[in-house]
T-cell receptor, first 118, second 110 residues
Framework: NAGVTQTPKFQVLKTGQSMTLQCAQDMNHEYMSWYRQDPGMGLRLIHYSVGAGITDQGEVPNGYNVSRSTTEDFPLRLLSAAPSQTSVYFC?????????????????FGAGSRLTVL | AQRVTQPEKLLSVFKGAPVELKCNYSYSGSPELFWYVQYSRQRLQLLLRHISRESIKGFTADLNKGETSFHLKKPFAQEEDSAMYYCALFLYNQGGKLIFGQGTELSVKP
């Protein structure tokens, strides 16, 4: 049981390049989400998904695309990287949206992916 | 607009001192709030949630709807409490988003 796996751990891009951050979970979680972590800004929600085939925008979706073709995978795509996208990215998942008393609704986080855009 | 505010970027206390990490929220619905913690070289994890009224590692947090606050408290800080703490708000009326505050770094000195 690997939990939430993010790849790559580190990446350096040039402005204008594209790349995909991978996120996979093996816990049969329906809910998956992407956050970026920046000093002084905390964690900001980029996109999230409540199940395969369903995605929605978070607080800071511009410049990012997502898709959810399987329950296990939730890749985050940067189509044309910009220096403002330099950040640490976290993927997180839970059985259902992360609210309520039920313990299964607690978010499980990945280890993070550090992206630098030059 | 829905928002979570943690006014302190850094909180530094000595071991054994009380600690309070502040969290204020803005939300039109019934709030559901959480504290998440990230210890050095570990993944973000849930510390506690208001709905279960629990105490974890000596930390408690009480929801005050009048002051729209959910401050995290511990009467006697330990060095192992040093970490980054995030307050989070679950948005039921927006499809189930969980939004976070800016985070507070707690440093407990010996």
């Amino acid at each position: 049981n690997a939990g939430v796996t993010q790849t790559p751990k580190f990446q350096v891009l040039k402005t204008g390049q594209s790349m995909t951050l991978q996120c996979a979970q093996d816990m049969n979680h329906e809910y998956m989400s992407w956050y970026r972590q920046d000093p002084g800004m905390g964690l900001r929600l980029i996109h999230y998904s409540v199940g395969a085939g369903i995605t929605d925008q978070g607080e800071v979706p511009n410049g990012y695309n997502v898709s959810r073709s399987t329950t296990e995978d939730f890749p985050l795509r940067l189509l044309s990287a910009a220096p403002s996208q330099t950040s640490v990215y976290f993927c997180a998942s839970s059985y259902s949206p992360p609210g309520g008393l039920i313990g299964a609704n607690v978010l499980t986080f990945g280890a993070g992916s550090r992206l630098t855009v030059l | 607009a829905q928002r979570v505010t943690q006014p302190e970027k850094l909180l530094s206390v000595f071991k054994g001192a009380p600690v309070e990490l502040k969290c204020n929220y803005s939300y039109s619905g019934s709030p559901e709030l959480f504290w998440y913690v990230q210890y050095s070289r570990q993944r973000l994890q849930l510390l506690l949630r208001h709905i279960s009224r629990e105490s974890i590692k000596g930390f408690t947090a009480d929801l005050n709807k009048g002051e729209t606050s959910f401050h995290l408290k511990k009467p006697f800080a330990q060095e192992e409490d040093s970490a980054m703490y995030y307050c989070a708000l679950f948005l039921y009326n927006q499809g189930g988003k969980l939004i976070f505050g800016q985070g507070t770094e707690l440093s407990v000195k010996p």
